[in-house]
């Protein structure tokens, strides 16, 4: 068994997968939208919206999220969230987890 507190201090919040556990999958979640413009080499990451809104920015177009919604983004997909309400949370699912694959853009 795993269980995974929520850090207070941590937007990103918990986040585990095959580095830290024998999980296989990446599994996290972050209570803002973090704005860091990024892309991933080979890995999809699916984001699960559970509650509040942002806007996520992929690849230039501007895709707006509200609770319910999902977004997958794909590899070499440039992507970054902005603008969150205070009560934002979204899951992320990464795969297939490949170590060092974020390339985040200035």
């Given at each position: 068994?795993?269980?995974?507190?929520?850090?207070?201090?941590?937007?990103?919040?918990?986040?585990?997968?095959?580095?830290?556990?024998?999980?296989?999958?990446?599994?996290?979640?972050?209570?803002?939208?973090?704005?860091?413009?990024?892309?991933?080499?080979?890995?999809?990451?699916?984001?699960?919206?559970?509650?509040?809104?942002?806007?996520?920015?992929?690849d230039?177009?501007?895709?707006?999220?509200?609770?319910?919604?999902?977004?997958?983004?794909?590899?070499q997909?440039?992507?970054?969230?902005?603008?969150?309400?205070?009560?934002?949370?979204?899951?992320v699912?990464?795969?297939?987890?490949?170590?060092?694959?974020?390339?985040?853009?200035?």
């Amino acid at each position: 068994m795993i269980h995974a507190a929520t850090p207070a201090d941590n937007a990103k919040g918990w986040f585990i997968g095959p580095w830290n556990s024998a999980v296989p999958i990446p599994v996290g979640y972050a209570n803002e939208g973090i704005n860091e413009k990024h892309y991933h080499a080979a890995i999809y990451e699916i984001y699960l919206i559970a509650r509040g809104t942002s806007l996520a920015i992929v690849d230039g177009q501007a895709v707006p999220l509200q609770a319910g919604d999902m977004l997958v983004v794909e590899p070499q997909e440039v992507h970054t969230f902005t603008d969150s309400s205070p009560d934002y949370l979204h899951f992320v699912i990464q795969t297939p987890f490949i170590k060092g694959d974020k390339v985040i853009l200035e």
